[in-house]
Each structure stands twice: as C-alpha cells, then as structure tokens.
C-alpha cells in the first residue's frame, strides 16, 4: 500500500469524491482513510501516477507520505 497525503481532504464530501476519482482509474482499488490525519492508504494495480493525476483532476493535490 501507497500512503498518501492530501492536505485538502476535510469531510466526507472529500472522501466521497476521492473515492470516485479513484475508481475512474481502477475500480477494485482499496483505500484506506485516515481523515484526521488526512492521509488515504492506496492498494491499485495501476501505476502511482495515473491515480495522483486523477485526485489532482477533482482539485486534491496528493502527495506520498
């Protein structure tokens, strides 16, 4: 699994839209939230860029932990 940190992720909205972000690259892709720490822990097949570039598409700037 990939950490992630995304600054930007508050609320369950951003949860939300994270997780759909994700699936549009690889829809079996496990996340794991830590929202306090705004952190998601990423398990995807797909190679680390195209899922940074998707949350970066829906205005999250990720970066790994």
């Known amino acids: 699994m990939t950490t992630l940190n995304i600054p930007e992720m508050s609320c369950g909205h951003c949860k939300s839209a994270i997780e759909k972000a994700v699936a549009r690259v690889y829809s079996s892709a496990q ?20 899922i940074l570039a998707a949350l970066k598409s829906e205005g999250y700037e990720a970066t790994v932990a």
């Open 31 to 50: 996340l794991d939230f830590e929202m306090e720490n705004r952190t998601v822990r990423v398990l995807s097949a797909n190679p680390l860029d195209r």
